[in-house]
């Protein structure tokens, strides 16, 4: 029962922070200064906690988006899901060069988002299904 409510509070408070980072809206998190005055500053929709900062937005627009590449071809879903698939790999190989990068931004959209997460899914059910298979 705590394990439920704990991840229906988690789920809420996700889904509030993510209502919150609308495209162009910001939330901020910043760590109060010495306030020699004495003076309550003022509400500016900052969270405000003790020596921490922190500043949360969502994704602004693809300026590429359905712009072909240099090869002439836009991303779909077929390859937000090969992509989506070698992420790990690509995550990795992106610390060692950053020329390297996880996700095509020359893309038709929504497909190709949908894609790249079922291929990321289609990674975390392997593992899961291979992490099941080792503990018997």
């Not at 922190?54 to 077929?78: H, K, W, Y």
């Amino acid at each position: 029962m705590i394990k439920k409510l704990f991840i229906f509070t988690l789920m809420a408070l996700l889904l509030v922070v993510a209502a919150g980072c609308a495209a162009g809206s910001t939330i901020q998190i910043n760590t109060p200064g010495p306030n020699p005055q004495g003076v309550t500053p003022t509400p500016t929709g900052q969270i405000t906690v003790p020596s921490f900062k922190l500043q949360l937005t969502m994704p602004g627009p693809n300026p590429l988006l359905n712009e072909a590449d240099a090869n002439n071809r836009v991303a779909g879903i077929l390859l937000g899901i090969w992509h989506g698939i070698i992420s790990p790999v690509t995550l990795v190989m992106s610390f060692v060069n950053p020329t390297n990068q996880m996700y095509e931004v020359h893309n038709n959209g929504s497909e190709y988002n949908f894609g790249f997460l079922v291929g990321v899914a289609i990674v975390f059910l392997l593992l899961g299904i291979t992490a099941g298979r080792r503990r018997r």
